[in-house]
């Protein structure tokens, strides 16, 4: 305690403060029950913030990019490098959850979670993105305000939402939970089915992500659950986010073609950051990669090529690595990871922007201006003036 307290330069009452606020990691020392631990890294962070201050413009921009919790918020969180639904440790729930009960969980339902009354719609084109965003789109030009609505009514209409873009990314027809109808698809066996039902469990939900935050910024506006979905989605598709484990596809490829030795030097030689290893999140390694990479063991080639990587890094496989050797160890469809991605995190982002509508708050960031001084204006403008102007 006094070492705490000296570290951050604030009374023994202020370590309690943090401590109940979540701020600070405390646990009992092994060798002496009567002291206590704190977790150097919060430490470490508590005194930065310390010292940067607390000038407004700080802290929106330490809010926006970081630094702290900037959305109270009861779906996910992360605890000793591991992650968490509403409490329950997400690795575990991959081991036999369905992403139906995954989704109940998260978003609070209090009727199981069906996502097949979708399931034999037909489409407009051809299974893919094209299809899934067009569809979805198309939803949120016309769909209502989720104002005014019960919750129940819209769970009941985010049900089916999921199992729309189910649809669209190509899973096949039928009343079965969402891996299998996938799995049908693909035509494959019962044992990846339940590689990708752990897969899309662990893909649920990942805390305040990019996609999570677009998604309750429509929610906070009223906008309507497709368009909430639509705003997640979007932003989900970019490459540094939940379209990165495309970027380790085509690391594969160039593997395949040069040779493990060859790409590896090429990347490090130049200093270029290697698709798919490494998580700031999880300092000591991917949990969801390396629950999903020990269900599925990647082709030899890729194998010694995410030994080598780790290594001569010291970083681990993430989850997009995960993804990746899956989709290359099973021969699944050229798009299949974020085919599944997507459907599986809409869980997730559907259960922020329920979240969101339930603290009838507008989210409206401040920006901080950088640009040229104003024009001051000297009194009201002549007719001529303003013709000139």
Known sequence: MSEACQRLGVQPQTIYAYVSRGKLEVMADPDN???????????????????????RETVAQDTLFGAQ?????????????????RGRDAVGLARSATLEEVAQLLWDAQQPVD???????KLARAPGRNAAFT?????????????????????????????????????????????LRFAKAWKQSAAVADLI?????????????????????????GASLPACLLAGLSTLSGPSHGDASGRVQALFSEVKRLGDEQVISQYLSAGLPIAGFGHPIYPDGDPRAAALLALCEPPPAIARFIEKVTRLTGLQPNIDTALASMVAHHKLPPDAAFSLFAPARSVGLLAHGLEQLATDQLIRPRGRYLGPAPEVMQGPLSPATRLRR
């Open 33 to 55: 029950r009567r002291r206590s631990l704190y977790r150097a890294e919060d430490l470490v962070g508590l005194a930065k913030r310390k010292q940067t201050g607390r000038k």
């Open 69 to 85: 919790p900037s959305i109270p918020t009861s779906l996910t969180t992360f605890f000793r490098g591991r992650l968490y639904y």
């Open 115 to 121: 996502f097949s009354s979708a399931a034999h719609a």
């Open 135 to 179: 569809a979805l789109a198309s939803l949120a030009a016309t769909a209502h305000s989720t104002r005014g609505r019960l919750l129940h009514v819209l769970q009941t209409e985010g049900q089916g939402l999921v199992g729309m873009l189910a649809n669209a990314f190509g899973a096949a027809p039928g009343n079965l939970p969402l891996h």
């Open 197 to 221: 039902r752990a897969a899309m469990v662990l893909l649920a939900d990942h805390e305040l992500t990019s996609s999570a935050f677009a998604t309750r910024i429509a929610a906070s506006t």
